[in-house]
Every structure is written in structure tokens, then in C-alpha cells.
């Protein structure tokens, strides 16, 4: 490690004559090369345009990962207590809007408070981020005040109706849920009603599904699920298609086939063995047909 040199203090006299010979009057020492001032002066080395390009990917990179670093932390350290009272204020906007169509409609009078805070609600619903809040503070119950009937029987508009669907199919809803707010009934109630439309009733009943299997804690996978095997008895099946017609009116002549809904509870019983590999099965295959070339090749030989 080279040593620092020691910087040693002149006279005043050993200066002026160093003035004197540089040709100065002033009496200022000159700057000697070494200084700090002069080391800021000197040009830098001219770096090679890789290194160059490898420096800003460098500092590119180290930025991002402070950038990230910052919004995580604000992130993971957002007000819970804050988050509930937004919250708490959504779901009174809610019911109060609720409240003021149904006075309206009592009155003969439009009822759009709830269609003018719709925007409001789409935009509070959509954080995915905050379903889990939502669902803590009860959110569903004011999602289905939004959908119930009016007094004399007008349903909310198509726009809420399908924001208010919109947004149950995005909260994860569990049974407490369920048993809190009471939405099943209504979600019933629109699966059956004919003024709904088509889409909305078929959402409904993916809805009454998913969330009766919950309730009844079954699994929704077709392998788990137990279907009823019975074997057919050929003597009732010929005895059923011999009874008389009915004395209803009806003639035993040939009709228009009409459709009917296949709503089978009872599969028959399967012939195939499921536990035969499809290696074994080829087998089979292959010493059949191996037992029916010596069946065709013995004919010949006879003939």
C-alpha cells in the first residue's frame, strides 16, 4: 500500500519566492498537481460502451427494486382501521339509497338513487384487493337489499342487476357469509322469476349450485360424487309395455313425439371392467383375433 505523502507547511518567505519565480505579485502559492481541488478537475478515463450500457442496466435495475420496495411497504402497511370505515361508509351510501327509492316509489316518484351511485359502487367493488374486507364488514347484505323487489313489485334496473351479480361472483363467499346476509333467498327468487332475464336466471343457478354444495359440504368434482347404480329387470320392463292405456282420453294411435328433459337419478350398471389396463385390453384383442386367423386358416385347409 503506497504511503500518503505529508504535506509540508511553508513560510510566508518560501512562498513569496515561489511567487517570484512564477511570475506573480500577489504573494498566492500556485496550486501544486496532487491537491483535492485539482482531483475533482481530471477528466475521467473514457469507459468502453459495453461496460457502459452494463453500468445503466445496473442502475436501472437497482432503481426498480427500490420503486418496488417503496409500494410494498405502503401497501403492507395501509390502515386497516381506515379500510373499515370507507367500508362502513359504503355500506350506509348503500342501504340510504335503497331507502330513498323505496319512499320514492311509495310517493309515485322516480326512484334513481341507486342508479345515480351505481358508478360509485362498480368502482368500490372492483378492488380485489379489499374482498376480504368487504366480506368481514357485510357487504352482501347491502348487495342484496340492492336486488330485492320494490313494494310494488318493480324489479331494480338491468344495470344493477348485473353489477350487483357481477360483484358476487368476484367475493369469495363462504357459508358464514351466506347465513349472514340472507342472499340466498333472493338469489331464489330470481332463478324463478320469468321478468328476469335469461342470463340472469342461469347466473342465479350456478349460484344456488355452487353455494348448496357448500352448504351441504359437497364436493363439486364429478368423481366424489355418488350416483345411484340399479340393475333393470327385463319382466317389468315387458309388463310396463304391455299395461293398458290410460282412461284419460288419450288415443293408442302414432303421435308427434314430444321432448322430454333426460332427468335420470338411477345409471345402469356398467358392463366394462374398469380396472383392465389398456395394455391387457390390446392383448385381449390381440389373441382373439390371432384364435380367429386359426379358425379361417383350418376352413381352407378343409375345403
Given amino acids: 500500500m503506497p504511503k500518503i505523502p505529508k504535506r509540508v507547511r511553508t513560510s510566508s518567505n518560501a512562498n513569496e519566492n515561489i511567487a517570484a519565480e512564477n511570475g506573480s505579485d500577489d504573494g498566492q502559492v500556485p496550486e501544486q498537481p496532487g491537491t483535492l481541488e485539482n482531483s475533482e478537475n481530471v477528466e475521467q478515463q ?7 450500457e452494463v453500468d445503466e442496466i445496473n442502475r436501472n435495475i ?3 427494486l427500490k420503486s418496488g420496495r417503496g409500494r410494498r411497504r405502503k401497501r403492507t402497511d395501509e390502515d386497516d382501521a381506515s379500510i373499515d370505515e370507507m367500508i362502513v361508509e359504503l355500506r350506509k351510501r348503500m342501504r340510504d339509497a335503497a331507502y330513498r327509492d323505496i319512499d320514492d316509489n311509495k310517493d309515485r316518484l322516480p326512484a334513481i338513487h ?9 368502482e368500490e367493488l372492483g378492488k380485489s384487493h379489499l374482498y376480504e374486507a368487504f366480506l368481514d364488514n357485510n357487504i352482501v347484505d347491502s348487495i342484496r337489499l340492492w336486488l330485492e323487489p320494490l313494494d310494488d313489485g318493480s324489479l331494480p334496473s338491468l344495470d344493477i342487476q348485473n353489477a350487483m351479480l357481477n360483484a358476487l361472483r368476484n367475493l369469495p363467499i363462504r357459508r358464514d357469509h351466506l347465513r349472514e346476509s340472507g342472499i340466498g333467498k333472493i338469489i331464489l327468487f330470481m332463478s324463478k322469476c320469468p321478468r328476469i332475464s335469461e ?15 357448500m352448504v351441504l359440504r ?3 368434482d364429478y368423481r366424489d360424487r355418488n350416483i345411484r347404480e340399479a340393475e333393470v329387470s327385463m319382466e317389468e320392463r315387458s309388463y310396463a309395455a304391455t299395461r293398458p292405456a290410460p282412461l284419460n282420453g288419450e288415443r293408442a294411435t302414432a303421435r308427434i313425439p314430444q321432448r322430454v328433459a333426460a332427468d335420470y337419478t338411477v ?13 391387457q385390453s390390446a392383448r385381449n384383442a390381440g389373441d382373439k383375433y390371432r384364435r380367429l386367423k386359426q379358425v379361417i386358416s383350418k376352413g ?4
Avoid: G
Fill in 46 to 52: 473514457p469507459v468502453h460502451p459495453k461496460q457502459a
Fill in 62 to 64: 437497482d432503481a426498480a
Fill in 300 to 303: 381352407k385347409r378343409n375345403v
Fill in 267 to 279: 345409471m345402469p350398471v356398467s358392463s366394462i371392467q374398469a380396472t383392465a389396463s389398456p395394455r
Fill in 199 to 213: 342470463a340472469n336466471r342461469r347466473t342465479c343457478e350456478q349460484f344456488l349450485q355452487q353455494w348448496s354444495r
Fill in 114 to 122: 341507486k342508479l345515480s351511485m351505481l358508478p360509485d359502487v362498480i
Fill in 218 to 220: 359437497l364436493s363439486a
